[in-house]
């Protein structure tokens, strides 16, 4: 069985990862080498912040792996939150660090009237094997809903529901939630590239 490196010690993403995977990959995060400093994400896109998760990784430990950078895109604030998904309310003077009810709080004040409520889940895998790195990318389009639903999952799930479901993603199991996500998307195009070696 094989063995990846996941640029994070993000429990959420790593349970959610390993769910996708199922038993084909073993999934082991930055804790699991002894990394437990804060990488830095000084880009300005998901594909620039995953490279340089990757990169620190696969430079300050010298193992092959994967780093991702997923964020919410929402049409009618000109696709914010973006790479400051996680950080929306602290970076606007709301809440402390990832703090997602402040998040969730903070985007649905900014989208109270408004009709257009399209948004996009949007993840980028960066892969550096050797000296080889690609991309991967995985996206799924959906809307906000007007209130939160659904106590499933983690972040902007319980306000986000994808085209595809009258659900939001805090709403469905992981299992239904993993056949359609964004991060299952960029995993599944991930685990392709990886068979094709």
Do not use: W
Request: one cysteine or more.
């Amino acid at each position: 069985m094989r063995t990846l490196i996941m640029a994070t010690n993000n429990e959420h993403k790593l349970r959610e990862v390993r769910q996708i995977l199922g038993e084909r990959f073993v999934v082991k995060g930055l804790s699991d080498i002894g990394c437990h400093e804060d990488i830095p994400e000084t880009g300005d896109t998901f594909e620039s912040n995953a490279r340089e998760k990757a990169r620190y990784v696969h430079e300050h430990y010298g193992v092959d792996c994967f780093a991702d950078d997923s964020g919410l895109e929402v049409d009618a604030l000109g696709g914010q939150p973006g790479i400051y998904t996680a950080r929306f309310a602290a970076i606007n003077g709301y809440g402390d660090g990832h703090d997602s009810s402040a998040n969730i709080r903070l985007l649905l004040e900014r989208l109270k009237g408004e009709t257009n409520r399209r948004a996009r889940f949007r993840t980028v895998i960066c892969l550096i094997e050797g000296e080889r790195e690609r991309l991967f990318e995985g996206i799924v389009e959906g809307d906000i809903v007007t209130e939160p639903r659904g106590t499933n999952g983690f972040g902007y799930d319980p306000v986000f529901a994808p085209e595809e479901s009258g659900l939001t993603f805090s709403e469905m199991g992981p299992e239904e939630k993993n056949r359609i996500s964004h991060r299952a998307r960029a995993v599944k195009a991930l685990v392709r590239g990886l068979s094709e070696e």
